[in-house]
């Protein structure tokens, strides 16, 4: 199949890239490390019980949402331009993300129970953009090695700034045939990549358990994370279309 070329936008796209890659790979800085500490000395606290239970129900979640037989992936676009695929992402994720501001509202205004439940609702909403991205960008989710791509996505957009840069290479290094060479999904470090994803997003929605101004955090918090997602995962398929994978 041979794509269209659209040579103003492409320059266009790399140039956003480029920028992209620049804030993605900044060191930490001091409020990062700030956080980082406080982060750390709060997991600390908490037993390692407490610990595996969450990974392991985390763990769970993930593995039924990608590897689930009964999740519907859409067709992958084909023999669009790079600028009509962000079209439709861009509308994609307008759509996710008005989804996701509204159930975190909803879930911020009924109290610590319906916040709480919100945790896996919300990363089934963001697994589902990805699905749909993935489609438009012209890769076919029902592929395992294109859902381990995703949860790469997944880990870089919740990453912490000491990890990102490591977080990035795996995108922009990926190879599918080796990513199931190295064991497919059993090779992700499930512990590590829940609580990269809990300690980005942890505070924040704490915040979306306090009365009154819960609805509003809620709705904004889910709001922001599925736009970060969401522009994470349009930069790494960039990387994958300008690389011809």
Known sequence: MT???DTAYDTQVQAEMAAWRESVLKPA???????RNMQDTINNLIPEKVHGVITAAMEQMIRAIVTGADYTSPPPVQGATLRAREAQARDKIMAWRTTAAAEGGVAGAGGFLLAAADFPVLIGLKIKLLFDLAAIYGHSGDDLAERLYILRIFSLAFSSASRR?????????WDSAQAMADGGLESLDWRRFQQEYRDYIDLAKLAQMIPVIGAPVGAFVNYRLLDRLGETAMNAYRMRWFAGA
């Open 3 to 5: 794509e269209i070329v």
């Open 29 to 35: 800085g001091p409020f990062d490390k700030a956080a």
């Open 165 to 173: 840069p490591e977080a990035y290479e795996a995108l922009a290094d």
